[in-house]
């Protein structure tokens, strides 16, 4: 499985911005997929999850209410819809994915994702 990420840039605080990600390959053994953020100087942190169906979505306390994120099966892609941004929002995000269901706590880890994508920055100024 490949993951392309795209759709990064510089917004200012309170602006929106879409990221997307395209999966190719063996996308049939895809169950969820998933977000995360790298900031300068920071660990990578979890942002958001989504299973096989789109139906059990899961995102991380700071940006709940302000991301949403939706799949689309047939395109084989994921979005990540961003509003309400914040200056702290600034980091590289990956898209990820796997294709184990997963515990609360498992989906929400680094270790639960075989594919990764390259990231891609978004800067939020204030």
């Known amino acids: 499985v490949q993951l392309q990420a795209s759709g990064g840039g510089q917004v200012q605080a309170g602006g929106s911005l879409r990221l997307s990600c395209a999966a190719s390959g063996r996308t049939a053994s895809i169950y969820a997929m998933g977000w995360f953020r790298q900031a300068p100087g920071k660990e990578r942190e979890f942002v958001a999850s989504?299973?096989?169906?789109?139906?059990?979505?899961n995102y991380a306390d700071s940006v709940q209410g302000r991301f949403t994120m939706s799949r689309n099966n047939i395109q084989n892609t994921l979005d990540l819809q961003m509003n309400s941004l914040k200056p702290e929002d600034t980091a590289n995000y990956y898209c990820a994915a796997t294709g184990s269901s997963g515990s609360y706590y498992q989906i929400r880890s680094m270790a639960h994702y075989a594919y990764w994508g390259q990231g891609t920055l978004v800067t939020v100024s204030s």
């Open positions: 989504i299973n096989r169906s789109g139906v059990r979505k």
